[in-house]
């Protein structure tokens, strides 16, 4: 077997082993059932340790095994704080861990005690200020989350993967400015913080709402600065996704930036530095959030297997990326849905988009390069969409008809709307001048992006309330990834 045969094994036995402990940990047949995979593979070896192939096999359960006790760790974890006290009594120190969360009527802090291995959800009024890194005193009554009965969301789970185990009913915190603001966070991050945060601001002081609002989610990422009806239209036409740090976004984006390198008259090589050098600023500007740095490394290793003309052989570098998410924290693939769009958009590029530009590339060369370069845009969306739209169903209830029609309209111009946002902050820490007429040039795309999405939103079957069984979102990949198959073979 080649080396690469035997590490694409060897993931996908570790990714089985993570997904196995994920859905049917504690159950007690899963757990022996390990256990005993785990065993007959040592003696298997030791037995045929000269059979190559035997060695592969005994080594994917060694992994497989791995993979299944490394999540069951995590889970204890879980099971244990879920088992404790309802309601604690809490009072002590401890610094903010991340950067907070501003929402419609208050702020989420994560805060994390000194000498503890959790931390605490805080939800504080928005108007005082508060920052990552800064130390803080805080009584309170800490109650463990409640799942809520109508849902099938775990919300418990969800907030544990990121070891938050506790929720601050009516916080008591000092005032950090009382007594001095201290910053105990990591310094670098802090920075990188701070930079963005006068980014935000310059935005807001240049462009009015909302279209200030997208372009900083275009920008630094999220869409909290967007009114609660502008967000619902995103939703409703399928663009949400440009305005979230995932790999989503950014396996769509770095395409275009690759193909606007190109438009610009950089060779394919200088083209794909370009589009990684765009990748990372934005990453940087979103302030090094998991999430963007998952789908920084997603992109990246897109980009990197269309450069060297190897797309529908990247498999192993996805598989790797995930592999290395999974071994820092495993209860991603259950847990955190940013993490499965990232990786599903990623392999739907990968898988179905050489299918079906090898179908269309004859029939599109009879057409102007305008029609071949929305089509190749409609085709990347519709290759990431099919292979995660079974996600969202189950997670959101909610089919987009518009979103495509949205994604052709839009996405050309993202780049360019990017490029003059860039250029309209930068220019506010040098020359105000300039940076006002930067402002004006990017005002127009973010307008025409407001109003378009505004317009598809409201059309009458803009979108439809689905939802979908996790029966159904087996059934849609098998029978995805069969035709794949099928398709390639053919």
């Given at each position: 077997m080649y080396k690469a045969e035997i590490f694409l094994l060897?993931?996908?036995?570790?990714?089985?082993?993570?997904?196995?402990?994920?859905?049917?940990?504690?159950?007690?047949?899963?757990?022996?059932?390990?256990?005993?995979?785990?065993?007959?593979?040592?003696i298997l070896f030791f037995v045929f340790y000269?059979?190559?192939?035997?060695?592969?096999?005994?080594?994917?359960?060694?992994?497989?095994?791995?993979?299944?006790?490394?999540?069951?760790?995590?889970?204890?974890?879980?099971?244990?704080?879920?088992?404790?006290?309802?309601q604690i009594d809490f009072s002590g120190s401890g610094i903010i861990v991340a950067e907070p969360k501003i929402k419609d009527k208050y702020q989420e802090i994560i805060f994390k005690p000194d000498n503890n291995n959790f931390s605490i959800l805080i939800q504080e009024s928005k108007y005082q200020e508060y920052f990552y890194g800064d130390e803080l005193r805080l009584a309170c009554q800490l109650e463990i989350p409640k799942n809520k009965e109508d849902s099938?969301?775990?919300?418990?789970?969800?907030?544990?993967?990121?070891d938050i185990f506790y929720l601050c009913k009516k916080p008591q915190i000092e005032d950090p400015s009382a007594s001095g603001r201290k910053n105990s966070g990591n310094k670098f991050y802090s920075t990188i913080v701070k930079i963005k945060n006068k980014f935000s601001?310059?935005?807001?002081?240049?462009i009015s709402s909302p279209e200030s609002g997208l372009l900083e989610g275009l920008i630094i990422g999220g869409n909290d600065k967007l009114s609660k009806e502008v967000q619902d239209n995103f939703s409703r036409a399928?663009?949400?996704h440009i305005v979230a740090v995932s790999g989503y976004n950014i396996t769509i984006v770095a395409q275009y930036l690759m193909l606007l390198g190109i438009f610009l008259g950089l060779w394919r090589r200088q083209a794909f530095w370009f589009a990684v050098l765009g990748i990372w600023i934005f990453i940087l500007m979103t302030g090094f959030p998991s999430s963007a740095i998952r789908a920084g490394a997603m992109g990246t290793l897109l980009l990197w297997a269309m450069k060297n003309g190897r797309l529908a052989n990247a498999q192993n570098a996805i598989l790797c990326s995930a592999v290395v998410m999974l071994i820092w924290n495993p209860l991603l693939l259950r847990y955190d849905v940013g993490f499965q769009l990232s990786f599903l958009a990623t392999i739907g590029i990968v898988y179905s988009y050489p299918l079906i530009e090898n179908y269309t590339r004859e029939r599109l060369q009879k057409f102007p390069e305008t029609v071949s370069f929305l089509a190749e845009i409609l085709f990347l969306s519709l290759s990431a969409q099919i292979?995660?739209?079974?996600?969202?169903?189950?997670?959101?209830?909610?089919?987009?008809v518009i979103s495509p029609l949205a994604n052709i309209l839009i996405l050309p111009i993202l780049p360019i709307t990017m490029l003059l946002g860039f250029l309209t902050v930068a220019a506010s820490f040098i020359f105000h001048p300039l940076a006002i007429f930067f402002s004006w040039l990017a005002y127009i795309p973010l307008r025409y992006e407001i109003l378009t999405i505004n317009y598809l939103a409201n059309l009458k079957y803009s979108f439809l309330e689905i939802s979908l069984s996790w029966i159904g979102v087996v059934a849609w990949y098998v029978i995805l990834m069969g035709l794949v198959v099928y398709f390639r073979k053919k």
């Open positions: 060897s993931s996908l036995s570790f990714i089985f082993g993570v997904f196995s402990a994920s859905f049917f940990y504690p159950d007690i047949f899963s757990v022996s059932l390990s256990r005993f995979i785990l065993i007959l593979a040592i000269k059979n190559k192939i035997v060695a592969v096999i005994c080594f994917c359960f060694v992994i497989c095994a791995f993979g299944f006790w490394l999540t069951e760790r995590k889970i204890d974890k879980i099971f244990f704080f879920k088992n404790s006290a309802p099938d969301f775990d919300y418990q789970s969800y907030l544990a993967k990121d601001a310059n935005i807001f002081a240049l399928g663009m949400t292979f995660v739209l079974p996600i969202i169903l189950f997670n959101f209830q909610k089919l987009s």
